[in-house]
């Protein structure tokens, strides 16, 4: 089964170039459950250039998960290897894995996870803080990035106060505020309607053809149209890896009634 999975991964990466940043090779994730063992990565072997848009895609339990995991530095391997920006994050402790997330990586995620009570540049600011960037330097960051995701008329509302699409491009602003190489996104659109979605992966296109890599793990074929390549991932392998012409996301237009 190991073997497979490395097979089907090796189908578009035979040819890659060393410009890369994801890597992952001969990984394989074990959980304990109970006294029995669950497998949810089989050896897979996958690499992710600088710069693509990749969905990963794959039923409840095929494994997809445990990989965004890994490549987020969310969690570690039980065999091989696991690079990330070109350092190999494999065996890092909780500490070192938190800083490769802080210095490297961005998160979005399908529920917001914004705080409730604070403005939109405060809550852009939270990764800043974390990293020890200057109280001076921070604000600044915050409007430009949420001026980048279209919301510098929003930046003093909370989340009650914006839609379920503003609050996401709230959430993809504090994602990239750090500057981030990579941008790794968990069913960015489930919480939000056909239009909204469209509004996002727009968005994220945006993001990529300015040279950030994403990451999106998603469940809908139509939101996986829009990356520039797919990654299929059943019962711990990597089973379909196609490399895509993306659709362009366009919203349609808001049409209003006339009284």
């Known amino acids: 089964m190991a073997a497979a999975c490395v097979a089907a991964a090796f189908s578009v990466n035979a040819n890659a170039n060393v410009n890369v940043i994801v890597e992952l090779t001969g990984v394989e994730k074990t959980y304990a ?22 969905a990963i895609m794959g039923p409840s339990g095929s494994g997809k998960s445990t990989l965004m995991n890994l490549i987020g ?3 570690r391997p039980t065999r091989g290897t696991v690079c990330v920006g070109g350092r190999d994050v494999s065996r890092l402790d909780h500490d070192e894995l938190a800083d490769v997330r802080s210095h490297t990586l961005g998160f979005v995620f399908q529920n917001f996870s914004l705080l409730p009570r604070t403005s939109a540049t405060e809550n852009v600011e939270l990764p800043l803080l974390y990293a020890g960037v200057p109280r001076r330097d921070r604000r600044p960051r915050a409007l430009a990035a949420l001026a980048r995701v279209g919301l510098a008329d929003r930046a003093n ?24 190489a990579l941008l790794v996104a968990d069913e960015p659109t489930g919480n939000l309607d056909s239009r909204t979605s469209l509004e996002v992966m727009a968005l994220f296109q945006e993001l990529s053809a300015a040279g950030i890599t994403i990451v999106l ?43």
């Open 73 to 75: 530095c969310l969690d």
């Open 157 to 180: 509302h909370v989340p009650n106060e914006l839609s379920g699409g503003q609050q996401q491009r709230v959430a993809i602003a504090r994602a990239i505020v750090g500057n981030p």
């Open 217 to 259: 793990v998603t469940h809908e074929p139509d939101v996986a149209t829009h990356a520039s390549r797919i990654v299929v991932v059943k019962d711990g392998c990597i089973v379909h890896d196609l490399k895509q012409v993306p659709v362009p996301a366009v919203p349609a237009p808001i049409v209003t009634e006339t009284p």
């Open 33 to 54: 459950s109970g006294e029995a063992e669950v497998r949810a990565l089989r050896g897979v072997t996958l690499t992710i250039e600088k710069g693509e848009f990749v």
